[in-house]
Antibody, heavy 118, light 109 residues
Framework: QITLKESGPALVKPTQTLTLTCRFS??????????VAWIRQPPGRALEWLGI???????RYSPSLKTRLTITKDTSGNQVVFTMTNVDPVDTATYYC??????????WGQGTLVTVSS | QTVVTQEPSLTVSPGGTVTLTCASS?????????PNWIQQKPGQTPRAVIY???RKHSWTPARFSGSLLGGQAVLTLSGARPEDEAEYYC?????????FGGGTKLTVL
């Protein structure tokens, strides 16, 4: 059974760096065909794809946010870490991580709401 | 950056059939875009419905199907039920990154 769970601060101040952790079970993030993606959703708005890390450590980022994002993995601990620098109130959203394989974002975490406010 | 366009809203009668479409600003959507369809009900976590154009997950009801038509990805719901009322997002792989559409709010009424 594949499960994912996001964790991190609920409140972050503008200009700070946001760090979120996705802890997962039921799969191994070691193969190139398996990945963990990050997606966010501002309140009342659409989903936005942010980036992905694959088991071979290949990483892809949304072009519009590429300079601010970093995704790393810790295979021994079954977790993926997402960082976003220089946050702004427009970054307020629910952040999700999802298991990716075979051209599918099939299993999703429950999401964690992050508010950016001073 | 690629823009993915979906109908903002659609309405279907219970038992009826509806098609949701997904277009890309980069050109015709082909199987190389590996279209995904994601369902999200109010207050709930998104749930994958269709992947790689027309493949279903083990939990996907048979009434949902995916295809390509006229240069767009299509999600067809045949025999709509009240519980299918939700926002549906298309996800495309136009390049090495992925892009979501703006979502279609489907009302079953």
């Amino acid at each position: 059974q594949i499960t994912l769970k996001e964790s991190g601060p609920a409140l972050v101040k503008p200009t700070q760096t946001l760090t979120l952790t996705c802890r997962f079970s039921g799969f191994s993030l070691t193969a190139s065909a398996v990945g963990v993606a990050w997606i966010r959703q501002p309140p009342g708005r659409a989903l936005e794809w942010l980036g992905i890390i694959f088991g071979d450590d290949d990483r892809r980022y949304s072009p519009s946010l590429k300079t601010r994002l970093t995704i790393t993995k810790d295979t021994s601990g079954n977790q993926v870490v997402f960082t976003m620098t220089n946050v702004d109130p427009v970054d307020t959203a629910t952040y999700y991580c999802a298991h990716v394989t075979d051209y599918s974002h099939d299993y999703w975490g429950q999401g964690t709401l992050v508010t950016v406010s001073s | 950056q690629t823009v993915v366009t979906q109908e903002p809203s659609l309405t279907v009668s219970p038992g009826g059939t509806v098609t949701l479409t997904c277009a890309s600003s980069t050109g015709p959507v082909t199987s190389d875009y590996h279209p995904n369809w994601i369902q999200q009900k109010p207050g709930q976590t998104p749930r994958a419905v269709i992947y790689d154009t027309n493949r279903k997950h083990s939990w996907t009801p048979a009434r949902f199907s995916g295809s390509l038509l006229g240069g767009q990805a299509v999600l067809t719901l045949s025999g709509a039920r009240p519980e299918d009322e939700a926002e549906y997002y298309c996800l495309l792989y136009p390049t090495t990154v992925r892009v979501f559409g703006g979502g279609t709010k489907l009302t079953v009424l």
